[in-house]
């Protein structure tokens, strides 16, 4: 017999999340339908009831299903809206969630926002996904990966989003966290309430955000849990970013079958600021830390002596700042160069000469001109990207500092032959115009070094204590 308007509305919801339920992920109809109760019917109109961020997203994703399963098994129904909760007496006895059920996020950093980040040639990818990914939560991009190494705005992104959502879309339950605090949640749980508990806090988010994720390494009960919550929202649609010092696949000690779900979605490299990038990053924040900003020419030396991260830019520049105030010299001279002193001249180096910088230091810098991570230098990386960045720092720390080849070896931790082809390598490809030729003088131009110490004779022709006779 056909259902008309005055049936009972209990009834009819059955019957209509019954039909549903057969077609949609267990997670999913756990997180967004049962909570959904019927409270009453009339003008061809059934009438939903449930948590406000559930009828959002409901209304959103799945009206149109529940509309047309509806109209085939209640005629003379039509349409389905969902309104305020009613008085818990008038919801069948269902009680709200707990207070102790809603996970507890990070304080946030009002300074972790999309108008303060900076954005340059190694972030911009980076910086437009996340914007996409606030907007549209759950749309966009699904999961977000963001990778790179320490101090290059992973974390300012992360708040953003983080920031953007809750301000934007107040209806959804947003959730920002290490993988640090999540670990130590989930431990915490396992000693106390269980985790059933742990799961009703996370599984029940709209947006999950997870700082350094690759802390989960090594950890393989949390590996465990944290895949089935990542299933869970992604099940659900629900919005999952990422951050790591390094990309899924190189988080060699996570199961494979989490980091094959960090490639579900985006993957997005970070890459260390250019030069330009570091003088707009230190405008932004002398602007923040003193009412008379420096003279440009004072960023544009601080930015080409510190070539590596975001931090350590700003902690250059508080270094500079206390040193004018403390000793009352001006920022151009004096306390620049008293702060952000010159590596010392080698014993025995020509009077006069250029002093040699760090292996380190040319580490660095070829990582910040090449967009390389220091750490792949390190690494046992052979992709093209990275072998080229190494030979270069090689060839570089051949020609700037003193050191023989087997030092200048122990400083990649390769042996000397490795250091003896890279060195034939750069000179091969080394010529005029070259690419080569291009990325040699900006490196040496953010070290300070476009007159290079001198060397006696040429390098392979006069070899040193320790290095490979021809």
Known sequence: ???????????????????????????????????????????????????????????????????????????????????????????????????????????SDPAHSFERFVIGPGSRFAHAAALAVAELPGEAYNPLFLHGPPGLGKTHLMGAIAGYMRGHHPELTVHYTTAERFTNEFVA???????????????????????????????????????????????????????????????????????????????????PPDLRTRVALLWRFANDAVEQLPEPAVLQEIAARVPGNVRRLEGALTRVLAVSSVFDEPLAGAAL??????????????????????????????SAVLGVPRSALLSGQRTPRVARARQLAMFLARELTPLSLAQIAREFDRDHSTVLHALKAVERRNEPGSDFAGDIHNVR??????????????????????????
């Open 189 to 271: 749980a396992l000693r106390t309430e269980g985790p059933e508990r742990f799961k009703e806090r996370y599984r029940g988010l709209d947006a999950l955000l997870i700082d350094d994720v690759q802390v989960l390494e090594g950890k393989p009960r949390t590996e465990e849990e944290f895949v089935h919550t990542f299933n869970a929202l992604f099940a659900a649609g629900k919005q999952i970013v990422l951050s790591s010092d390094r990309p899924p696949g190189a988080l060699s000690r996570l199961e494979q079958r989490l980091r094959d779900r960090f490639d579900w979605g985006l993957t997005v490299e970070m890459e």
């Open 1 to 107: 017999m056909d259902q008309r308007p005055a049936d009972d509305p209990n009834a009819i919801w059955r019957r209509v999340t019954a039909e549903l339920e057969a077609s949609l992920p267990p997670a999913t109809f756990d997180l967004w339908l049962e909570p959904l109760r019927a409270i009453g019917a009339g003008a061809e109109t059934l009438y939903l009831s449930g948590p406000q961020r559930v009828r959002t997203w409901v209304e959103r994703r799945y009206l149109p299903q529940l509309e047309a399963a509806l109209q085939r098994l209640a005629p003379g129904f039509e349409r389905i809206v969902l309104v305020d909760a009613p008085p818990a007496t008038e919801l069948s006895g269902r009680t709200q969630p707990r207070a102790s059920a809603v996970a507890e996020p990070m304080p």
């Open 445 to 470: 131009a953010a070290l300070g070094q476009l007159t290079p110490p001198g060397r006696p004779g040429d390098p392979a022709a006069n070899p040193e204590p320790g290095d490979p006779q021809p």
């Open 337 to 366: 160069r008293r702060a952000l002193p010159a590596p010392e001249v080698p014993s025995g180096a020509a009077p006069g000469s250029v002093s040699a910088p760090s292996v380190a230091a040319i580490q660095e810098a070829v």
